[in-house]
């Protein structure tokens, strides 16, 4: 029996359409896994649907921000938000790209304690900054970005990633929805090793 992804439950559901088996199959091909979170919004394959296009335009898609980067975002939006699911798979993401299994720890734990970029740092103090006090947002907080060499549609998709990882969390938190067992000891040896 599958062990439940989330406090809710739902009916199983009896077939899925060909585009989200699909889907799922390049999962399991690229990732060796279908995320949790796929298998959470599963049970409406519209939700699903808006919530994956919207995924991957963030985190796929064109930007003036690495992969790297929109992963560490999702992490420090995570912690502060003590999202376990989020903190648990964006938190490998963050030591598969890197190739440091320390900086995933440390990005998880607290990004400030990490040697980070400039330019990182700002990044992600603007993206906690929303989390924790969005109608505190300024014009300053918006120069630091440019001051840091970010572009208009950097800030743009700096503010959209840290936005959809506050949903996310709470939609997680919502439903104690539960990462995948394999994250866990995804990427823990340095690169090279």
Known sequence: MTKPVTALHFPPLETLSDETRAYFEKCEEKLGLVPNVLRAYAFDENKLRAFTQMYNDLMLG????TKLEREMIAVAVSSINH????????GAAVRQLSGNPVLGELMVMNYRAAKLEPRQKAMLDFAVKLTETPARIEEADRQALRDAGF??????DIASVASFFNMSNRMAAAVDMHPNEEYHAMARQPAGD
């Open 62 to 65: 064109d930007s003036g921000l």
């Open 83 to 90: 999202c376990f699911y989020c903190l648990t798979a964006h």
């Open 151 to 156: 572009s208009e549609r950097d800030i743009w």
